[in-house]
Structures are given as C-alpha cells and as structure tokens.
C-alpha cells in the first residue's frame, strides 16, 4: 500500500498541499505572489507525520518529464485528478473576483431607487408603532395629565342685542316693535331709531339703511325695517309725498321734509350731536350736503307668485342720498344712483369709527302754509339739536 493509503484524512491533505507547492500542480497565479495569502506550516504533532524523503518507494508517485504527480493505483489517480480540479476551480473563482474588483460599479438607476424606497416605506408602515426604532414612547401619561376640554366660543351677539345693552331707551318714547329698536314720541313729534356706523369710507347710495340689506354703501346700519320707520313718521304727523321719476324728464322727489340728527358717545362716554348731513360730503364741492331729505314714501309691489304686497323699501333704501324709485326717504335734489356718478361718501373726520353705536332723531319740518307759524319749544324745533337727556346710558353697562 502507498503512503497516501496509509495516513489519516488530515495527514492526506498536508501531504496534497505541500506537493501542490512543489510541483505547481499545473497552476498558474493570476496574482502577485504579494497578494497571496502565507498560509502556516501545520505544526508536527505526535499524531501527525511529515512528509518523507522520496526514495525508491514512493518516487513513482511524480512524473519526471511532466512534473504531474501520479499514483500507482486507480484510487490514487482518482484522488490526484480530484484535487487537480479543485485547484482549477480556485483559480477560476479567484480571477473573477479580481476582475470584478477592477471593474466600477454602476451606479443605481432611479427606478431602483424608488422600488428600495418603496420596500424601505411599506416595511415600516408595516411595523407596529411600539416597536420601530424612532418611537420615544408618549412623554407623559395622558391618564394622569389629561388636557383641559375645549371652550366652545361664545356666540356671537346680533345687532339687536348688542345696542340694546348700550342705551336706555330715550325717555317719554313708546317703543313701536319688540324685534326693532323703534321708538315715537307723539309729543315731541320725534322719532328714535338705534344702530351704528357701518362705513366711514367709499361710495354712498344710503345714509341708512335697515340691519341685514345695503351696509356696504350705506353710513348707518339700523334695527328696524323701512315700513315700520314709515309708519313711525306717520304717527308723529309726517306726510308723504311721491318718490323720483326718470322717465321722460327727472322729477325730484318730494314730501314733507324731515331734519336727521344722529347721537353717539364716544369711548369717554362723551355725549355728541349732529345734523346728519354733516356726515355726508359732495365728492365736487367738497362740502357737506345741504339739501333736506324729504318722506318721498316709496310704495308696494305686489309679488305674483303668493300674490301678497311687499313694501319696496324694506330692500335697504330707508334714507337714500342717491334717488331710488323705491326710497323712503330721499335727497329733494337730482342724484344719480349710477355706480359711476355717484355723488357723495361720507365726510372723513366727522363720521365715528366703524362699530360706534348711534341714536338716529327724526324730526318732521313744519310745512309752511300762509298762516302764523305753529309755536315750538324747543324740543320740538327740528333745528334745535337734542339735548343728551335723548341717549341715556344702561345702569351697569
């Protein structure tokens, strides 16, 4: 039996290895003998033997004009082939990696990096929330801490009820409508109406105007509707006339003329009074109208639908500066009401700031007649202005 029968599996693949390195066994580096690895001599053990001297018995085993090594034995054959091909496969293996390491990379194209995004994304959206590496964990025990509950807002106050906590009502006046802030004194031939400043600035059609209808071009917005400020005037002895007409020729309108006083306290509570055409300036002249409203009356229309009448006026044109077929109150002068020719806006300076609460007097002027004028006091002259006992102040407001 040869030497390589006769010594265990370890000493056979001792024995393989240091004849390789003799012999070559037909290998050709594709490496610096640098850049191999220096693989350690196995230390001879007791158990172990080294690799003798060749002599007479074992010679056979090299071929000398090949420098192959052979075996005597059909076994021994297969066993140098078999190690023969893994040497070759080493090789193989070793100079693609070589080639490789060569070679640059290419770099990833977008659609790669989406579908890793992607994989990265769905991953984590999978993943429970306690158990991904980013969750803190809650800060403090809600159960211990619990937030405070929400305050709803308060609601919001309607015109109405907002100046009614802002004036007493004005003394001796009877108060025509629960739902309006409507007051006549038959005595004094007075009329009160409650609102406030709703522009000081821009085009006017409007000095005032009901609550809910024409504020962004009238300077007072008022709680009341135009057909209960009629039947006020009315009351106090107020006598309607016609409203203008444009066709063929303007006619003005005309009516009892009416004096407008507007009171208000400003944020000392100061007590204040004007005439109300001081709060409306003439965009040409630059000065405060002159001409009277008068109680043009407006009218009805009758809707054909229900069939019921509806007070024209009620649509927003109580006390107008420009001319309205519909007016309950207009300018005894020409106006137009044309977007583009309108004449007056509210006289900056004089006119409160937005919000400002007011007290609107109406005071009828006595239609002259060829008699003796009738005798005022002068609560009762239009052209007297209102003395401060008209706006009283809520106790505790």
Same mark, same amino acid.
């Given at each position: 039996?040869?030497?390589f029968?006769?010594?265990?599996?370890?000493?056979?693949?001792?024995?393989?290895?240091a004849?390789?390195?003799?012999?070559?066994?037909?290998?050709?580096?594709?490496?610096?003998?640098?850049?191999?690895?220096t693989?350690?001599?196995a230390?001879?053990?007791a158990?172990?033997q080294?690799?003798?001297?060749?002599?007479?018995?074992?010679?056979?085993?090299?071929?000398?004009? %090949?420098g192959?090594?052979?075996?005597?034995?059909?076994?021994?054959?297969?066993?140098?082939?078999?190690?023969g091909?893994e =040497?070759a496969?080493?090789?193989?293996?070793?100079?693609?990696?070589?080639k490789a390491s060569?070679?640059?990379r290419?770099?990833?194209?977008?659609?790669e990096?989406?579908?890793?995004e992607?994989?990265?994304?769905?991953?984590a959206?999978d993943?429970?929330m306690?158990?991904?590496?980013?969750?803190?964990?809650?800060?403090?025990?809600?159960?211990?801490d619990?937030?405070?509950?929400?305050?709803?807002?308060?609601?919001?106050?309607?015109?109405?009820?907002?100046?009614?906590?802002?004036?007493?009502?004005?003394?001796? =006046?009877?108060?025509?409508?629960?739902?309006?802030?409507?007051?006549?004194?038959?005595?004094?031939?007075?009329?009160?109406i409650?609102?406030?400043?709703?522009?000081?600035?821009?085009?006017?059609?409007?000095?005032?105007?009901?609550?809910g209808?024409?504020?962004?071009e009238?300077?007072?917005?008022?709680?009341?509707?135009?057909?209960?400020?009629?039947?006020?005037?009315l009351?106090?002895?107020?006598?309607?006339g016609?409203? =203008?007409?444009?066709?063929?020729?303007?006619?003005?309108?005309?009516g009892?003329?009416?004096?407008?006083?507007?009171?208000?306290?400003?944020?000392?509570?100061?007590?204040?009074v004007?005439?109300a055409?001081r709060?409306?300036?003439?965009?040409?002249?630059?000065?405060?109208?002159?001409?009277?409203?008068?109680?043009?009356?407006?009218?009805?229309?009758?809707?054909?639908?229900?069939?019921?009448?509806?007070?024209?006026?009620?649509?927003?044109?109580?006390?107008?500066?420009?001319?309205?077929?519909?007016?309950?109150?207009?300018?005894?002068?020409a106006s137009s009401?044309?977007?583009?020719?309108?004449?007056f806006?509210p006289?900056?300076?004089?006119?409160?700031?937005?919000?400002?609460p007011?007290?609107?007097?109406?005071?009828?002027?006595?239609?002259? %007649?060829?008699?003796?004028?009738?005798?005022?006091?002068?609560?009762?002259?239009?052209?007297v202005?209102?003395?401060?006992?008209?706006?009283?102040?809520?106790?505790?407001?």
């Open positions: 039996m040869t030497y029968a006769k010594t265990s599996p370890t000493v056979t693949l001792v024995t393989a290895l004849l390789a390195a003799i012999v070559g066994c037909g290998r050709e580096s594709a490496t610096s003998d640098s850049a191999k690895p693989v350690p001599a230390e001879p053990t158990d172990v080294t690799v003798p001297p060749q002599n007479a018995e074992n010679q056979g085993n090299v071929d000398g004009a %090949t192959q090594l052979t075996g005597d034995t059909t076994e021994e054959r297969a066993s140098v082939a078999a190690l091909r =040497a496969m080493a090789d193989k293996v070793e100079s693609t990696a070589s060569d070679e640059p290419p770099l990833p194209t977008a659609e990096k989406a579908k890793d992607d994989l990265v994304k769905g991953a959206a993943k429970p306690a158990d991904r590496e980013d969750y803190a964990g809650d800060a403090e025990d809600s159960s211990e619990p937030e405070p509950p929400m305050e709803e807002p308060e609601p919001q106050m309607s015109p109405a009820e907002f100046l009614s906590k802002q004036f007493a009502p004005p003394p001796g =006046a009877k108060r025509l409508s629960q739902e309006s802030l409507l007051w006549v004194d038959r005595e004094l031939s007075r009329v009160y409650d609102g406030y400043v709703a522009i000081d600035r821009g085009a006017l059609e409007m000095f005032a105007c009901p609550v209808s024409k504020e962004h009238s300077i007072v917005a008022v709680v009341a509707k135009s057909s209960e400020v009629h039947a006020a005037l009351v106090v002895g107020a006598k309607t016609t409203t =203008a007409m444009f066709t063929p020729n303007f006619v003005p309108p005309t009892q003329a009416i004096r407008v006083w507007v009171s208000w306290r400003d944020k000392q509570g100061k007590y204040h004007e005439d055409r709060w409306v300036q003439d965009t040409e002249t630059k000065k405060s109208v002159e001409a009277d409203w008068v109680f043009a009356g407006s009218g009805f229309y009758k809707d054909e639908e229900d069939g019921r009448e509806y007070y024209r006026a009620d649509g927003g044109d109580m006390i107008c500066v420009s001319n309205f077929s519909t007016a309950m109150m207009d300018l005894s002068l009401a044309d977007a583009d020719s309108l004449l806006r006289f900056e300076g004089r006119v409160p700031e937005r919000g400002t007011v007290r609107l007097i109406l005071v009828p002027i006595p239609v002259p %007649t060829d008699g003796p004028p009738p005798e005022l006091t002068p609560e009762q002259d239009p052209n202005k209102p003395k401060e006992t008209v706006l009283p102040v809520r106790e505790g407001e």
